[in-house]
């Protein structure tokens, strides 16, 4: 049942599960969970629509590239997934197996271990059973970039989809505009109490679980966790630990423009790099499309974001952001756009401001920089993109100065992409959950979403982290189950 928490606090008195956060992961875990006979609260902080008070939580200053994290969160009922544009891919073997050629480890899991979860990812995002990720063109001759294949979801709204059943599924307990503003970690047991909640006129209540889940995103995951005094103090989470860091986007670079010959047709092309090209230049992964513009547009998560805004901007008070609402192309400019991978990087991070929000929880910086290596990728995909246009006979490329100057200020966009913060890893010396996707130091808090991804690949985020939120979902039911056994 949905209930309003604003007016309506009437939690149970204990659950088995409570997930924090009703975007894509949090609404995927909530109803299977609840459907395999759990009791579960999953808790919203938005409400059914948009509105500034709820958006304005989500408020924080930003240092580094500026990559718009106010303005392409939403704060609602479904989350992100009400402007998610539908670019559905999975993640390859390759982007296990390969670590990142920097200071953090890669994955400590294989594919292997979420691809069993593909078709029910598939499902819960429309796309029919069977399908295959097709491309729409051939790939480029030279071995470094092959069609990029993908599907594209109707795309599916959350809340709108999956509204009955939020509504209606025996065992669950849906409460929107219910804010989380505190964890409340138990030291000596080693797991969290309890998470306190709050309404909008500052009105608190506990939520007690056997299990709890942050489901609400890579900025506001690693936020909660960083703003719980009781796990600071038990040393869960430490000054010089990972979380927060590591935050990774997706790279939307002007590469430049390019001219096709005479007779090329003018449809799009979409291109990914091959695990050749990612061996042989030691550099990340990414897509490209080249595209002959017919008329002023723009594409992906970013024309969605960029509708939204347009929509919302006065009353939101984006006026500042301007310029990226209202760029574009022109008609007949040869556009390529990508996205390129990002390597983790602990210097692009989310950290802690002294100052609070209306609900006392505290504010955030976003710091999100690249590396050398981040560099090198974008220079050595540019590059190879305008040699194999040449050599393949499809035109001429001309790139920007600083795609291949890394001297120079790059000019680039986010993709509201954000991974990372809460990384999976080995230990937690080099990440904050294990291959459970558990809190290290914790026995029983767990993280959903793109900030356990411990490296980001080019693939737009959505069907993996179903995947790994279909896995969760197995994990605890299977977790319950042992103890609700041992208890009997």
């Known amino acids: 049942m949905i209930k309003d928490y604003q007016r309506d606090k009437s939690l149970r008195s204990a659950y088995d599960l409570c997930i924090v956060g009703a975007g894509?992961?949090?609404?995927?875990?909530?109803?299977?969970?609840?459907?395999?006979?759990?009791?579960?609260?999953?808790?919203?902080?938005?409400?059914?629509?948009?509105?500034p008070r709820s958006q304005q939580l989500y408020t924080c200053t930003s240092t580094?590239?500026?990559?718009?994290?106010?303005?392409?969160?939403?704060?609602?009922?479904?989350?992100?997934?009400?402007?998610?544009?539908g670019r559905c891919r999975p993640f390859?073997?390759?982007?296990?197996?390969?670590?990142?050629?920097?200071?953090?480890?890669?994955?400590?899991?294989?594919?292997?271990?979420?691809e069993p979860y593909l078709?029910?990812?598939?499902?819960?995002?429309?796309?029919?059973?069977?399908?295959?990720?097709?491309?729409?063109?051939?790939?480029?001759?030279?071995?470094?970039?092959?069609?990029?294949r993908f599907l594209l979801s109707p795309p599916t709204r959350f809340a709108q989809k999956y509204a009955s059943a939020l509504e209606d599924t025996p065992g669950l307990d849906v409460f929107i505009n219910c804010n989380c503003v505190d964890l409340l970690f138990d030291e000596g047991a080693g797991r969290l109490q309890a998470v306190l909640v709050s309404d909008y006129d500052g009105k608190r209540q506990q939520v007690k679980a056997r299990n709890y889940i942050?489901?609400?995103?890579?900025?506001?995951?690693?936020?909660?966790?960083?703003?719980?005094?009781?796990?600071?103090a038990a040393g869960v989470m430490r000054k010089d630990g990972l979380t927060g860091r590591c935050f990774m986007e997706h790279l939307n670079i002007d590469m430049g423009t390019f001219i096709l010959k005479s007779g090329e047709g003018t449809d799009p092309r979409q291109y990914?790099?091959?695990?050749?090209?990612?061996?042989?230049?030691?550099?990340?992964?990414?897509?490209?499309?080249?595209?002959?513009?017919?008329?002023?547009q723009t594409y992906g998560r970013t024309a969605e974001v960029k509708h939204f805004l347009e929509n919302l901007a006065c009353e939101m008070g984006v006026s500042s952001k301007i310029e990226f609402v209202a760029k574009f192309s022109c008609p007949g400019d040869g556009v390529i756009s990508t996205l390129i991978e990002q390597f983790p990087n602990a210097q692009s991070r989310i950290s802690l401001l002294d100052e609070r929000d209306?609900?006392?929880?505290?504010?955030?910086?976003v710091n999100w920089v690249l590396s050398d290596h981040d560099r090198h990728t974008i220079k050595c995909i540019g590059s190879e993109l305008a040699k194999q246009f040449a050599a393949t006979g499809?035109?001429?490329?001309?790139?920007?100065?600083?795609?291949?100057?890394?001297?120079?200020?790059?000019?680039?966009?986010?993709?509201?992409?954000?991974?990372?913060?809460?990384?999976?890893?080995?230990?937690?010396?080099?990440?904050?959950?294990?291959?459970?996707c558990k809190v290290f130091g914790t026995d029983n808090l767990y993280v959903a979403g793109s900030s356990v991804f411990a490296t980001g690949g080019a693939s737009n985020p959505t069907m993996p982290l179903l995947q790994f939120a279909l896995r969760l979902a197995e994990h605890l039911d299977q977790k319950l189950r042992l103890q609700h056994g041992a208890a009997a």
């Open 358 to 365: 209306e609900l006392g929880v505290a504010k955030v910086n």
């Open 272 to 296: 990914f790099t091959t695990d050749a090209f990612v061996a042989e230049y030691q550099a990340g992964k990414g897509n490209v499309q080249a595209a002959v513009l017919a008329d002023v």
């Open 214 to 232: 942050l489901a609400m995103g890579a900025i506001e995951n690693a936020r909660q966790l960083l703003n719980s005094g009781s796990l600071a």
């Open 119 to 148: 078709a029910g990812a598939m499902d819960i995002v429309d796309l029919p059973q069977g399908a295959q990720f097709h491309a729409i063109n051939e790939g480029l001759d030279g071995g470094e970039f092959e069609a990029d």
């Open 24 to 51: 894509p992961a949090g609404i995927t875990l909530a109803l299977r969970l609840a459907q395999a006979g759990w009791r579960v609260a999953l808790l919203e902080g938005g409400g059914h629509e948009f509105t």
């Open 64 to 85: 580094g590239l500026e990559m718009y994290a106010h303005e392409t969160r939403l704060r609602y009922l479904g989350g992100t997934s009400n402007h998610w544009a």
């Open 394 to 436: 499809l035109g001429f490329v001309k790139l920007n100065d600083f795609v291949y100057d890394t001297s120079l200020p790059l000019k680039l966009s986010p993709h509201a992409h954000h991974m990372g913060t809460t990384r999976m890893a080995a230990s937690a010396e080099t990440g904050v959950v294990d291959a459970d």
């Open 92 to 114: 390859t073997a390759s982007d296990f197996a390969v670590p990142p050629p920097v200071d953090v480890p890669g994955w400590p899991i294989s594919y292997s271990d979420i």
